[in-house]
């Protein structure tokens, strides 16, 4: 969850006609020979054309098509051959795919037809029926590529695009969305900056979310998964009304929004809640320390969410210090909080900060209080830089790989099974959620009956009874959902389940 770096890939699903065949090699031309990479570059259209005599398919016949330009000689140099229901599948790269054409059909090297006046447009698949001695006629039109955007924090959640790239391969095994590929656009959009304070970061989310609704074109924003960047990414996707789906942003703020603006995870006021009642009830904590990253909306957030339900539990929160982006040097917080002698320090914050304000307290200023964290933790390149200096130590999240027998789902555990045999590591908390993110959209475009952003947002809200990594019920009226909650020790260097809360 750094504050330094954003990325964003794009996905795209790549439509085709479901239970066409596939063309064998010689039944397509595009043009002259092109390389693979220069002809997926292209822009494209494609034609799913069926010839028809007497209302009865035509095989093995030549289907050509031209642009149709005034004063200029018909050059037909796209075609396909038609299988035994009479279709041929043609595919149109140039320098411009857009405007109408002209089509003719061809048997043995004699004309047998031909047609005028038909629409043909970039990023489209058009279906078309050429009756021999008829008019051509337009049986539908769907989009070759719907985008999805997916914008993540790098590189310190990397599992969340791990987790949602794994979903995307399944997704296609599954047969996409309505016999539609998903397919990820090789290398997206790969974009990177490195911002200097939170103002600069925050400007540069906005541009991105525009650049991805307005310039990409995309159908739905998967992510962002820190909640001050979701905020921000999620009053653009409203204001286009595209829907939008965050990977491990909590914050509950992030969807008032509006109608578009959905979560995968549950709201920071149930983990708070937990956390509070965890540091009272188990921990027997009497007082509490916070240290909050001061302006950031998460930190902020559930630092409050945690200091209201540990008071009504009949706690004290002790001292209350703040830091601000960037700080590197904890003394003057940590000296306040180890002169209040807390039972527990909460600390909500992030990559950067945890491992030092842990070895600083331990290390340089002598606190022996319990620090607790929330789902920021739960990041596996923390544990693995730092989870000696985070010994004993809990934090809560949505997800834990090596939860007690009977806790996690079929669904569950086929998914950690697959993201470790892909990855090499066992899942943590965002590559859960990313992994759902994707699935809860794509499922979502499964049910609508079309694929506009209307449609598919309602498909979102009806979820009911979602189970992948994480199970989801579905939705209230603020789009957030609930969910049980993991408190997870740090054992030996290593996360380890401790315990499993439910709603």
Known sequence: MSRRCTMVLVFAMMWGCGGERVMQSGEQQVGQPLSKAIAQAAPRAVVVATLRQDDAPVSGARVEFSRSIAGRVAAYQWFGMTDEEGRARVEIASGGV????????????????????IPINAGNEVLLNLPIGGKARVMGSSPLTIKIGFIYTTPNRISSIQGATLAAMQLNAEGGVRGARIELVDGGIPIQTLVKNNASDTDYVAALTEKLIAGEKVA????????????????????????????????PSVTAAGDFVFMASATDDFQGEVMAEFAVQTLSANTAAILTHKGDVYSEGLSQIFADNFGELGGQVAAHQFYMAGDTDF???????AQAAPDVVFLPGFIGEIPLVVQQAKRDIGITATFLGGDSWDNSQ??????AILEGSFFSSLFSSNAAPGT???????????????????????????????RLVVRAMRRAEDLTPEAIRDQIAATQNYSGATIVSGYDENRHTVKSAVINRIVDGEAVFHKLIDP
């Open 382 to 387: 923390l544990i693995a830089t730092s989870g």
């Open 220 to 251: 739905a924003i998967v992510g962002p998964n820190r909640s001050r960047h979701a905020v921000i990414a999620a009053e653009i996707a409203q204001r286009h009304r595209i829907p939008m789906m965050t990977t491990s942003a909590t914050n």
């Open 98 to 117: 857009t405007g109408y054409y002209l089509a003719r059909a061809l048997q043995d090297g004699r004309d047998i037809g031909s047609w005028s006046s």
């Open 331 to 337: 003394t003057a917080q940590l000296t306040a909080i």
């Open 408 to 438: 996690l789902s079929a669904d569950a555990h086929q998914f950690i099974d697959a993201y470790t045999a892909r990855y090499g590591i066992a899942p943590d908390g965002g590559g859960a959620l990313g992994y759902d993110a994707l």
